[in-house]
């Protein structure tokens, strides 16, 4: 679904990413993990239009994206939950989510509210609560809602899990899960490298810009993750 081959991207004179080559297989859950600063937020970056692209190629569903705008992709069927400023802490939960679909008709946006109700019952029960208000994890849930309010066929999720408690570690991963099962495509950034190999079907290690593993998480389990990243 998601084809990057040869990617070299950063912003402006900083070069971020060097000669980064990753599938995405329709309806799987894969992870990029690695050490901070290894430049796994600038892939996602990269793929939804947010980054400076030098050279290589991003495609989506066969079709050349390289360096299309955030918003050509978002039509294309790409939703992004960014780690930082993925809410308007000071509008309501109905407020953010009426906002994320503010093209659709009110008989479309119901539909879509419903099916984000399904997802996450705890977003009914909050609908007139400031998203400031929030819990860590009920934001992440939020921001995920916001994001398949504009239906996507895939998600880029980058670190949905940092900070929050484990119990609620528990509940979102298990939301991405289900979101899979829904048919929807995930390219997961985590930090941790034990929470993306519980629920992901392929996995990919960055380092320092370039990818020092791509394949199953059962055989990533066998290897040293500490020499993976440390590798020169």
């Known amino acids: 679904m998601i084809k ?4 070299y991207s950063g912003y402006g004179k900083i070069r971020v990413l060097f000669g980064v080559s990753i599938e995405v ?9 690695g050490p901070n600063g290894a430049g796994k937020t600038t892939l996602l970056n990269s793929i939804y239009g947010l980054a400076d692209i030098y050279s290589g190629s991003i495609k989506l569903f066969g079709r050349d994206i390289t360096g299309l705008e955030s918003h050509q992709v978002t ?18 939960v109905y407020e953010n989510l009426r906002l994320a679909a503010i093209n659709l008709s009110k008989e479309e946006f119901r539909k879509r509210l419903e099916e984000v109700f399904e997802l996450f019952p705890v977003l009914r029960e909050f609908l007139n609560r400031r998203a400031g208000t929030l819990s860590g994890g009920e934001r992440r849930m939020l921001a995920i809602a916001l ?23 528990k509940r979102v991963l298990e939301k991405v899960v289900e979101l899979k099962k829904r048919g929807i495509t995930i390219l ?5 490298a034990h929470r993306a190999l519980e629920i992901a079907d392929k996995v990919y290690v960055l380092v320092s ?10 055989e990533l389990k066998g290897k040293d993750l500490t020499a993976l990243y440390f590798a020169s």
Do not use: C, H
């Open 4 to 7: 990057v081959e040869n990617l």
């Open 25 to 33: 297989p329709e309806n799987s859950i894969t992870a990029i993990i």
């Open 75 to 92: 039509a294309l069927g790409v939703g992004y939950v960014p780690q930082l400023m993925n809410v308007f802490s000071s509008l309501t």
């Open 147 to 169: 994001a398949l309010m504009k239906n996507p066929k895939v998600l880029l999720l980058d670190e949905i899990t940092t900070d929050l408690a484990p119990i609620m570690v």
């Open 188 to 192: 997961l950034v985590e930090q941790y």
């Open 209 to 218: 810009g370039r990818i020092k593993y791509g394949g199953s998480p059962e």
